[in-house]
């Protein structure tokens, strides 16, 4: 099946640095990528929702100058927090669709975690 | 705009119960409907999904049928295993345009006990 390969699992960085995120689709064409953050014991929020070639789109309250998208080619996508803060540190999600498919399927990296110190 | 409720749990079960993880949603046209797992560190798997009222779906013993008429997509599963200990997401998908947003639910976790 579908697999969206998500690194690194997790990641500490010092307040300041940036951290990049990557994603990508092994066997399928990922037209539209979503990038969710989520806090212990809750739901996911979406962030971004990006097309192959285009600008990201930012859900409200997300500085999209912090979390920079970047949606290259139809298998990888990447996420950089740039100057991360303490209060960055939280569990990354991507998720893939391939929009060229019947299925319409929607599949989902492992995850981020990372923790800002 | 859309919007999904689903029972916040946490639930505890001993192995071989039923559950039911109860989950309604708002939605201006027909959404598709879907059940995610996510397992403790892991991203989120799909169990089931159902396109249209009344389609049901069903994985691994998990079932959850569209009801229009409740706006509903009840998780069941007749006899859990500790395996089967992880968060459920209910979600939903708009139907037609070219919005693919998923609306997710807050999460149910599981914790089934030997």
């Known amino acids: 099946g579908a697999v969206v390969s998500q690194h690194p699992s997790w990641v500490i960085c010092k307040s300041g640095t940036s951290v990049k995120i990557e994603c990508r689709s092994l066997?399928?064409?990922?037209?539209?990528m979503f990038w969710y953050r989520q806090f212990p014991k809750q739901s996911l929020m979406l962030m971004a929702t990006?097309?192959?070639?285009?600008?990201?789109?930012?859900e409200q309250g997300v500085e999209k100058d912090k979390f920079l998208i970047n949606h290259a080619s139809l298998t990888l996508s990447t996420l950089t927090v740039t100057s991360a803060h303490p209060e960055d540190s939280s569990f990354y999600i991507c998720?893939?669709?391939?929009?060229?498919?019947?299925?319409?399927?929607?599949?989902f990296g492992s995850g981020t975690r990372l923790t800002v110190v | 705009g859309d919007s999904v409720t689903q029972m916040e749990g946490p639930v505890t079960l001993s192995e071989e119960a039923f559950l039911t993880i109860n989950c309604t949603y708002t939605a201006t046209g027909y959404p598709s409907l879907f059940w995610y797992v996510q397992y403790p560190g892991e991203g989120l798997q799909l169990l089931l999904k159902a396109t249209k009222a009344d389609d049901k779906g069903s994985n691994k013993g998990f079932e959850a049928t569209y009801r229009k008429e409740t706006t509903s997509f009840h998780l069941e599963k007749g006899s859990v295993q500790v395996s089967d200990s992880a968060v459920y997401f209910c979600a939903l998908k708009e139907s037609g345009g070219s919005n693919y947003k998923l609306t997710f639910g807050k999460g149910t976790l599981l914790t089934v006990n030997p």
């Open positions: 990006s097309n192959e070639g285009s600008k990201a789109t930012y």
């Open positions: 066997d399928f064409q990922a037209t539209t």
């Open positions: 998720s893939a669709r391939d929009g060229l498919t019947v299925n319409y399927g929607y599949t």
